[in-house]
Each structure stands twice: as structure tokens, then as C-alpha cells.
């Protein structure tokens, strides 16, 4: 009897100590909520201005508004991770309802059947879209790069390819628009183009489901991340868009669930030859589908390495980044490129950041600044930027081309750039959260138009040289401009801003997985195998606060890979302690 008392009593003092380990002091969450409140309110002021009494109070608020929503995220994770099956059994009598979602939802750890099942129940919630969508929906990016494949001027070049845009992309829209060329029926290859790539997507959603039913989350998770990947209406919308986001958001996934199963196994599954070829093989896809994508590899590769086990598992991974590495910096642009004509991308996506800043530095202080400076500036920056700098977008500073000028001045133009720094502080914070408020503030379209959180676009971009490149055109413009209109009235209620912000997807749901995450490593409820599935978020969250813009519509596509993971973070929090993949 005082042996079972005992027992009785270590067991409940063990439990108590778990929870007195998860219930470890709120300042980290404070201090956190504190800075992701005063950002907002910062970007708030330079849209707004107002005394600093009122913006006080404001962080105030905000504080405790983030505060609230990170508690309120725990409760949903606590909820979340309640297994389903005991639910049921600790009731005599499943509900209706219980029983009507289980006929209906497919069954993640079955056989193919099952995953057809799936694939067809989120092709008839995809329907309406798909359907709004036909022939396609195409962006001003993709129409330069289909001149390009016709030979035609573009924005970019006067005819010639060009890898400002991946050239990969440039092939595969190519390939399509030149399907419809040979029948005379542009609206056909573009229509069987939205209907590949959605059927990709949608595939691709599904086996990353069946991912996570089998890896050990809970049903509610898997089921939930099946739920979201149905019905929020930005996923199809954006998944069957002919633009480059589309074609790299299926890989990226993938890559994503071998990096996860990397890390789940602890390198273990790189030893077989065909998982480590089908890993190095979507490394390559994903750095050629998207030009940061070679440094979301690179990122993720050098991640892993502290997960992994064994010195083998390390050289595979940073193999693979190297490797990634070489195809990008030293094959494509050695190689491939003068083979084949292909102009080089400019450098001037790379430093966008630093173009808007001295952009608006010119038409603040240009007076202040020295000669030299400000030729250098003038030199670098495209003509008359400062009188055409706009907060909202880099495209009228830095430009589409790169000239043997700007190469000559690019060391001079970094050291001027660093140097006034220094002196103008605020106009370079002023010029970057700008242009990154997208990330950070609450949506606001009564100050101005672009500050809202619509997730739809009209079908087809209706450029200039649309009709020059022989793509159909959207005959519904009017009807997709009222659900837009009303997918931003609806983002502008009070209960619904929040969770339609462009900054909620960004940065406070990713903020709230990682303190999550990192409050059950610290109280052992979460072995580092799993909390390693935040890799592919790490990795995508920098080049959203580095993009070059956060509240254009461009900022929507943007969007996609952190909105693909968004269900990962949260599923990882439903898996229970594992000894045998945590500890030993």
C-alpha cells in the first residue's frame, strides 16, 4: 500500500512539475507583444502623425491585444491537440455531426483510394474559383515573360530572354502559350495551363495532409490544415494564377516535407539513395522557380545540421547547399546564359532596400548631402527618383535593368548609402517601414487605398502589352472588382481585420508558433525534431521583410509560402512527446 502511494505521488508530483515548467513566466511574451505593438503603432504614425499621449495608448492596447491573441492561440493549440477518438469514446453516443464528418472526411493514413478522396473533395471546394478563374489569371509579370518567349520588346528587354524573372518560369509559360499558338487558341493552353497547375497544387496540399496524419499530430491538426487548404478562398485563387508564385509554391511545399522528414528522422531517411536524390533534386527546383529560393535552401540545409545525427548526414545536407549554390551562382550564369543569350538578372533586386532609402534621402535631404553623394545617389537610382519615390513600391527606383554605370558604382554607392546611415536614421527607418508596413500594421484603407487586406485580383492583368502577347483577357472584370470590394469590406470590420491582415500570416501567427514552441522545448512537451518542422517558415519569414513591397498586390503572392506552412506550425504543437526521436 505505501509502495502504490508512492508511486501515486511521484507520478503527481511529475505532472505538477510539467505544468509548473509550462507555466514559465509571461515577460518573454511582454516584451515581445510590446515591440510587435509598438512597430504597428510606429507605421500607424508615419501614416497618420499624432501627438505621442494618443500613440501611447495605443501600444497599450496593442500590447495587450497581442498579448490576448497569443493566449487565445495556446487555448486553440491546447484544443487542437485533444485527441478526437478519446472525445467520442468518453461520450455513449457520437453526435450526428461526429458521425456525418467522419463519412465524409477522407481518411489521411489510408491507402490511395482514400487520397483521391481527398484530392477531389478540395477540387470541388476549388470549383467556384477555378471556374471564375478560366482561361486564367495572369499577371503583368507573366505577359513580359511570354514577349520574351515570342522574341518580342518587353518591359524588361527588347526581345531577349532575360533572368531578371526565373528562366525556368519564362520556359514552362512559354511551353503553354505555345500549345495555344499552334492551334489559334490562346484561351485553351492557358485554361489547360490553370487546370495543370491547380491539379498540382492540389495534389501536392494533399499528400502534405497525408504528411502530417502520419507523423503523428493530432486528427483535429491534420484535418484543420485539410479544412484551410479548402476553403480560404487566397489558396485557390493564387495557387491556378499563371505567375511564377504559383509554380513555386507546390515545390516549395514539397521541399518543405523533406526537410521535415529530414529532420523527424534525424538525417536517418538521407541514407536512402532515392530520398536523398528526390531532396537534392527540389533543392534545385526550388532555386530555380524563384530567385530567393537558392537562399531558402542554403538556410534550410545549414538549419538541419544542428538536427541531424551523424557527420554523413551533415556533408549530404551542406552538399546539397553547395551544390544548389553552384547551379545558381556558377552554372546558369557561366554556362547556360551565354549559350543561350540569356541577359542576367541585375543586381538590383538585391538591394532594393538600400535604392528606396537613398531614393527618399534624395528628396528629403538632397540639399544637405555632399556632391559627391549625391552623384553617386543620382547615378545608381533611376532617372528622377526622388520626384517619383513611392512609399509603397521600389519598382520606380531601382528599376528592370542593370548598366555597366550602376556595376561601376555599386562599391560607392554601398559606402555612401551605409555612411548616411548613420546622419539620417529616421528617413532610412521611415523609407523601410513604409515599405514593409504590409508586415507589420493593421490594415487601414481610410488612410489609404493600398493599406487593405483584399485577397482577391481580377483574373487577368490588363496591361498594355496583354494583347500584344496573344493572351486572352478576363471578360468578368466587373464581377471580380465586387468581390473584391466585398472581401474588403469585410477585411475593414473590426472582428475580421485581424485575421484578413497581410501582417497576421507574417508576423503574429509565425511569432505565436515560435514562443509556442519554444515555452514546450523548454518544458520538454516538444522533442527539437519536431519543433525543426519550423524550418520552412524560418526560412521564408526574411525575404518577406526584405521584399520590395508588403501592401500592393504583389505583396499578396508574396504571401503564398508562409500561408502554405501556416498549418505545419501549428500542427507540430499537437505532437506528443516522443522518447525515441527526442531524447535517445
Known amino acids: 500500500m505505501n509502495r502504490m502511494s508512492t508511486v501515486v505521488e511521484s507520478s503527481t508530483a511529475s505532472t505538477s512539475a510539467t505544468r509548473r515548467k509550462l507555466r514559465l513566466p509571461r515577460f518573454g511574451l511582454f516584451c515581445c507583444s510590446l515591440v510587435l505593438a509598438m512597430l504597428a ?110 522574341g518580342l520588346p518587353n518591359a524588361i528587354t527588347s526581345g531577349a530572354w532575360s533572368d531578371h524573372h526565373p528562366v525556368l518560369d519564362t520556359l514552362i509559360f512559354g511551353v503553354f502559350y505555345q500549345l495555344g499558338a499552334w492551334i489559334g487558341q490562346p484561351s485553351v493552353s492557358v485554361a489547360l495551363y490553370t487546370t495543370c497547375i491547380a491539379a498540382v497544387a492540389i495534389a501536392v496540399f494533399v499528400y502534405t495532409v497525408r504528411y502530417l496524419a502520419k507523423s503523428g499530430v493530432s486528427r483535429k491538426a491534420y484535418l484543420g490544415a485539410f479544412l484551410f487548404f479548402c476553403v480560404f478562398p487566397f489558396i485557390p485563387i493564387f495557387s491556378m494564377a499563371m505567375v511564377k508564385d504559383a509554380v513555386f509554391l ?235 470590394q466585398f472581401v474588403i469590406w469585410l477585411g475593414n470590420q473590426f472582428f475580421m481585420q485581424p485575421w484578413l491582415s497581410r501582417a497576421f500570416w507574417v508576423t503574429w501567427l509565425p511569432f505565436m508558433q515560435l514562443y509556442e514552441t519554444v515555452r514546450r522545448l523548454r518544458a520538454k512537451e516538444l522533442s527539437w525534431t519536431y519543433a525543426a518542422w519550423l524550418v520552412p517558415m524560418l526560412v521564408s519569414l526574411p525575404f518577406m521583410w526584405i521584399s520590395g513591397g508588403s501592401v500592393t498586390y504583389e505583396g499578396l503572392r508574396y504571401l503564398m509560402p508562409m500561408l502554405g506552412v501556416a498549418p505545419i506550425g501549428c500542427a507540430l504543437l499537437t505532437v506528443q512527446q516522443q522518447p525515441s526521436h527526442a531524447d535517445r
Open 41 to 150: 503603432e510606429y507605421c500607424a504614425y508615419l501614416n497618420e502623425g499624432g501627438g505621442n499621449v494618443r500613440r501611447a495608448l495605443h501600444v497599450i492596447a496593442l500590447t495587450v491585444f497581442f498579448m490576448v491573441m497569443t493566449l487565445v492561440f495556446e487555448h486553440f493549440i491546447s484544443w487542437l491537440g485533444r485527441d478526437s477518438k478519446q472525445t467520442e469514446s468518453s461520450q455513449s453516443h457520437p453526435s450526428i455531426l461526429s458521425r456525418l464528418l467522419r463519412r465524409i472526411a477522407p481518411d489521411f493514413t489510408g491507402d490511395r483510394h482514400q487520397a483521391l478522396k481527398a484530392a477531389g473533395v478540395m477540387a470541388v471546394c476549388w470549383l467556384p474559383y477555378y471556374l471564375l478563374a478560366l482561361p486564367g489569371e495572369i499577371w503583368y509579370d507573366t505577359v513580359q515573360q511570354v514577349l520574351q518567349w515570342k
Open 250 to 484: 507546390p515545390v516549395f511545399m514539397l521541399f518543405s516535407a523533406q526537410c521535415m522528414e529530414v529532420a523527424r528522422t534525424k538525417g536517418a531517411c538521407l541514407k536512402n539513395r532515392r530520398t536523398l536524390a528526390l531532396f537534392i533534386m527540389l533543392a534545385f527546383l526550388v532555386s530555380l522557380t524563384k530567385k530567393t529560393g537558392v537562399y531558402s535552401v542554403v538556410l534550410a540545409c545549414i538549419l538541419l545540421v544542428f538536427i541531424v545525427a551523424g557527420n554523413r548526414a551533415r556533408m549530404k545536407l551542406m552538399g546539397t547547399a553547395v551544390a544548389s549554390g553552384l547551379v545558381i551562382f556558377v552554372l546558369l550564369p557561366v554556362v547556360l546564359f551565354p549559350a543561350c543569350h540569356i541577359i542576367p538578372g541585375g543586381k538590383q533586386e538585391m538591394i532594393a532596400i538600400p535604392l528606396q532609402q537613398s531614393a527618399l534621402l534624395l528628396r528629403e535631404h538632397g540639399d544637405e548631402l555632399s556632391k559627391t553623394d549625391k552623384d553617386i545617389l543620382t547615378g545608381m537610382l533611376e532617372p528622377n527618383a526622388a520626384e517619383n519615390y513611392e512609399w509603397w513600391a521600389v519598382d520606380k527606383v531601382k528599376g528592370t535593368h542593370w548598366t555597366q554605370q550602376r556595376e561601376c558604382l555599386l562599391g560607392p554607392f554601398l559606402q555612401a548609402w551605409a555612411k548616411n546611415a548613420t546622419k539620417y536614421p529616421q528617413t532610412y527607418a521611415k523609407a523601410y517601414f513604409m515599405l514593409e508596413q504590409g508586415w507589420i500594421a493593421l490594415p487601414n484603407s481610410i488612410v489609404n487605398e493600398n493599406l487593405q487586406s483584399n485577397y482577391l485580383y481580377t483574373r487577368t492583368a490588363s496591361g498594355k502589352n496583354t494583347g500584344e502577347a496573344g493572351l486572352p483577357q478576363s471578360r468578368h472584370t466587373k464581377l471580380y472588382d465586387g468581390i473584391d
